[in-house]
């Protein structure tokens, strides 16, 4: 199995025709490349401007409903993929590749959702979230990768589709790409499935929950460890209501705490045990060395974020609680270049993508992720009325 065309694989002497966009990066001329930077911004503004603009506009229509829930990598893969149509029949999309730098959007990006998870909020509801997550993460990754298995999706892929089904989404298969070395065509398939399942679940969770009866807390975890983009998890909650939106928002900042750790988990196996000697380079038995320079060191920035911004909020609460501190507007600048370099990512996997990739895994993803989706929505259900329900219930 070749390593070309996966995140931050360092290129192997092979024939231009069959170097990844990476690979192809070194021989572009600086003009080229600031030409590519530039459409890469440009994609970004468009992406940005759609974002905030495609809700106003379809108002009132059959699409305003779900048009508030539809989050800006889908406009971002989409521009980039119209734009890689258009520079291919240029010709010159190669000679552009340079600029396309989705390993580095996408490693700044993580470290910037660190400053987003705040550890004391976690902690607040520590016991049912936390054992929770803990056993969703556990329970679906290992049934997906099951089940991937037992179809022989490519392992990279499979690493993806179980993290993402299992963490929280988008951003978790894009730690996991990094961690792992995935191809970007998987990538941007991984996000494809997550934004086209967690959209009916906004409207569905909500429906289910009220039909059974559900408490708020119970459908709060629910909604909160099942459907795997932020966005969609808060408009499921506002959907079911305040009280339900609280809950559900806990656990997916539970789960999104965990990203680094099944991101190191990750790059350890996939170094250790399935990467090992299959690209050529790497020795049959690896040194921690190679560990190291596997190890997904953007988890640490991460990590680091998070402390900092978690410390910080707990020795001065006043800050958080003023919008207008310079904790607050820190955090607000933080969130907003966290999405300005996810946008650059995913245009930049949408300009970088290569259909081989995609005809090559065919249905067997979709078929994983929806018997992984129906596994996180009976666990889900279960663990959330036992911990939030009957266990810890009288908490709330």
């Avoid at 600029?99 to 705040?118: C, P, Q």
């Avoid at 997906?144 to 037992?150: E, H, R, V």
């Avoid at 996810?342 to 090559?360: K, N």
Wanted: charge should be neutral; aromatic fraction near 10%; include cysteine.
């Amino acid at each position: 199995m070749t390593a070309a065309g996966r995140i931050s694989t360092p290129a192997n002497t092979v024939p231009d025709a069959e170097r990844s966009p990476s690979t192809r990066q070194e021989t572009a001329a600086p003009g080229w490349t600031l030409l590519g930077l530039v459409i890469v911004v440009g994609l970004a503004a468009a992406v940005d401007y759609l974002d905030s603009h495609v809700p106003v506009w379809s108002e009132g229509t059959w699409f305003g409903a779900i048009a508030g829930t539809i989050e800006f990598p889908v406009y971002a893969i989409a521009l980039g993929f119209a734009a890689n149509a258009l520079l291919s029949t240029l010709g010159v999309i190669d000679r552009l590749s340079a600029a396309f730098r989705t390993e580095f959007f996408i490693k700044t990006g993580l470290v910037l959702l660190g400053s987003t998870v705040n550890i004391n909020v976690i902690a607040s509801a520590a016991a049912p979230a936390i054992i929770q997550t803990l056993l969703m993460i556990s329970t679906v990754f290992l049934f997906t990768w099951w089940i991937a298995g037992l179809l022989r999706v490519e392992p990279h892929l499979k690493a993806l589709l179980a993290t993402a089904l299992s963490v929280c989404g988008v951003s978790a298969a894009v730690a996991a790409a990094g961690a792992v070395n995935a191809k970007r065509e998987q990538l941007a398939y991984t996000a494809g499935l997550v934004v086209v399942f967690a959209l009916p679940s906004i409207f569905l969770l909500p429906w289910l929950a009220a039909l059974m009866g559900l408490s708020a807390p119970v459908a709060g975890a629910w909604i909160g460890g099942n459907i795997d983009t932020t966005a969609a998890v808060t408009a499921a909650g506002a959907v079911a209501g305040e009280d339900v939106l609280e809950f559900a928002a806990i656990v997916k900042m539970t789960q999104n705490a965990l990203i680094g750790f099944v991101a190191v988990g990750l790059s350890l196996w996939f170094t250790l045990r399935v990467d090992r000697g299959t690209d050529g380079t790497a020795a049959s038995r690896p040194g921690w060395h190679e560990v190291w320079q596997r190890f997904p060191k953007f988890v640490l920035g991460f990590i680091a974020a998070s402390v900092l911004v978690s410390a910080i909020a707990a020795a001065a609460p006043g800050l958080v609680a003023d919008d207008t501190s310079w904790l607050s507007t820190g955090l607000a600048s933080a969130k907003a270049l966290q999405t300005l370099f996810f946008t650059l990512a995913f245009v930049s996997i949408g300009l970088e993508f290569r259909a081989g990739a995609l005809r090559e895994a065919g249905w067997k993803p979709v078929l994983v992720f929806l018997a992984g989706t129906l596994c996180n929505l009976v666990a889900g259900l279960l663990y959330a009325q036992a911990l939030f329900g009957w266990v810890f219930g009288g908490l709330f």
